[in-house]
C-alpha cells in the first residue's frame, strides 16, 4: 500500500501540509550549518529574482570567474516567489514540516523537487555519502478548512517549540535554542521577508488587553485537537 499521504491531491490555490524525514529515520540536519543551508535555499526559492540586477552584475568586466559562475547559477536556478506562499514551517533533527499556499496547480511538486535535490546534494556532498537523504517522496495532504489550517499551524510550531520538555516560560525565554521554526516571526521577533504570516494572525486578535485570544496563547497553551490526525507524520 501507498505510504500514508504520498498520494497528493493537488489544487490551485490550495493548502497543504508538506513533510518529509530521513531514510530510516535518520538525522537530515546534524549541526547549525545544516540549517542554515537549508533556510538559505528556502529564501533563494520563494524570494523574487532580479534578473536584471543580475546580468547588470554579469557585464561587469572586472568579475570573477568564481562570482561568475555563482551568478550564472542563481539566473538558472528555478524560482517560486509568486507560485509559492510559505505559512510555517518547523526543521526538526530527522525531518520537516511546512504549510503551503500553492496558487498554481504543478508548483509544489516543481518546489520540493527542486529544494530536496539541491539539499540532498549538499549534504551527501559534505558528508562523503551517497544515495537518497529522506524516507521516499515528500508527503503532501491537503487543508480542507480553516480550524485545520490553525490548529495544523499549532502543531508545526509546536513541534519546534516543545521538542525537548519545556515550560512554556521557558519556551518563550529560549525560542532562540529550540529547533528552527517561524514562530519567532508570529511573535513579531523576527520579520521574515518570505513567511506569510498574515494568512493565521488574521484569525487572531492583536488586543495586548485581550492575550487569551491571541497566537502566542493558543500555540503555547491547550492540547493539539484531534481534527489534524489525518494531516500529521504517520
Same mark, same amino acid.
Given at each position: 500500500?501507498? +505510504? ?16 518529509? =524525514?530521513? %531514510? ?12 542554515? %543551508? ?9 524570494? #523574487? ?11 561587469? #568586466? ?6 561568475? @559562475? =555563482? ?35 504543478? /508548483? ?5 523537487? /527542486? ?7 549538499? *549534504? ?12 521516499? %517522496?515528500?508527503? +503532501?495532504?491537503?487543508?480542507? /478548512? ?7 499551524? $499549532?502543531?508545526?510550531?509546536?513541534? +519546534?517549540? *516543545?521538542?525537548?520538555? +519545556?515550560?512554556?516560560?521557558? @519556551? ?7 529547533? #528552527? ?11 521574515? !521577508? ?7 494572525? !488574521? ?8 492575550? !487569551?485570544? /491571541?497566537?502566542? @496563547? *493558543? %500555540?503555547?497553551?491547550?492540547?493539539? !485537537?484531534?481534527?489534524?490526525? $489525518?494531516?500529521?507524520?504517520?
Amino acid at each position: 500500500m501507498p +505510504a500514508k499521504n504520498s498520494l497528493k491531491q493537488y489544487l490551485e490555490n490550495g493548502f497543504y501540509h508538506l513533510y518529509n =524525514r530521513g %531514510v530510516e529515520k535518520r538525522n537530515i540536519f546534524q549541526d547549525e550549518q545544516d540549517y542554515g %543551508v537549508f533556510l538559505s535555499y528556502l529564501k533563494e526559492y520563494l524570494m #523574487p529574482k532580479n534578473e536584471k540586477e543580475l546580468y547588470l552584475q554579469l557585464s561587469d #568586466p572586472n568579475i570573477t570567474s568564481k562570482e561568475r @559562475a =555563482r551568478l550564472l547559477k542563481l539566473l538558472r536556478m528555478n524560482n517560486f516567489y509568486g507560485e509559492i506562499d510559505l505559512l510555517s514551517y518547523s526543521l526538526m533533527p530527522n525531518h520537516f514540516h511546512f504549510m503551503i499556499h500553492q496558487r498554481s496547480l504543478e /508548483s509544489i511538486d516543481r518546489f520540493m523537487n /527542486s529544494i530536496g535535490t539541491r539539499y540532498t546534494m549538499y *549534504f551527501n556532498e559534505k558528508n562523503k555519502r551517497v544515495g537518497s537523504l529522506c524516507q521516499g %517522496v515528500y508527503k +503532501a495532504v491537503l487543508i480542507e /478548512s480553516d480550524e485545520q489550517l490553525l490548529h495544523l499551524s $499549532k502543531y508545526i510550531h509546536r513541534q +519546534a517549540l *516543545f521538542f525537548k520538555p +519545556a515550560s512554556k516560560g521557558e @519556551a518563550l525565554r529560549s525560542w532562540k535554542e529550540k529547533q #528552527p521554526s517561524s514562530f519567532p516571526d508570529y511573535l513579531n521577533l523576527r520579520k521574515t !521577508s518570505w513567511i506569510r504570516t498574515d494568512e493565521i494572525l !488574521s484569525f487572531y486578535s492583536k488586543s495586548k488587553k485581550n492575550s !487569551s485570544q /491571541s497566537y502566542e @496563547a *493558543f %500555540v503555547i497553551e491547550g492540547e493539539q !485537537s484531534e481534527i489534524i490526525n $489525518k494531516l500529521l507524520i504517520d
